[in-house]
């Protein structure tokens, strides 16, 4: 498994753009899978983005396609996920995770083995 640690969420107006950047710790991360998903309060969690590994692709959900944007920079160990358009039902904690070493793409949460703390994105009207 690895260790991951997001940053960058904060408090924004609608329109306005985040940086979100997960940080991984331990080894092979260039061969994870590595997927956002996000929780809003009494909702189930959500699948946002994902990147398949090495970065050979990207997948999205439905509702960010075109305003999100995942990458990764395997020599920093680093995932991003720009944010752009946000809306106010983008507000919720936003997760990252890590799958398997050398596992098939899925966007199913629980084939992801790792996860970070998350990190809050709130955005007002």
């Known amino acids: 498994q690895v260790q991951l640690v997001e940053s960058g969420g904060g408090l924004v107006q609608a329109g306005d753009s985040l940086r979100l950047s997960c940080v991984a710790s331990?080894?092979?991360?260039?061969?994870?899978?590595i997927g956002w998903f996000r929780q809003a309060l009494g909702k189930e969690r959500e699948f946002v983005a994902g990147?398949?590994?090495?970065?050979?692709?990207?997948h999205y959900g439905d509702s960010v396609k075109g305003r999100f944007a995942i990458s990764r920079d395997n020599a920093k160990n680093t995932v991003y996920l720009q944010m752009n358009s946000l809306r106010p039902e983008d507000t919720a904690a936003y997760y990252c995770?890590?799958?398997?070493?050398?596992?098939?793409?899925?966007?199913?949460?629980?084939?992801?083995?790792?996860w970070g703390q998350g990190t809050q994105v709130t955005v007002s009207s």
């Open positions: 995770a890590a799958g398997p070493v050398d596992a098939q793409w899925t966007q199913r949460a629980s084939e992801f083995e790792s």
């Open positions: 331990g080894r092979a991360f260039s061969r994870r899978n």
């Open positions: 990147s398949r590994w090495p970065g050979i692709a990207e």
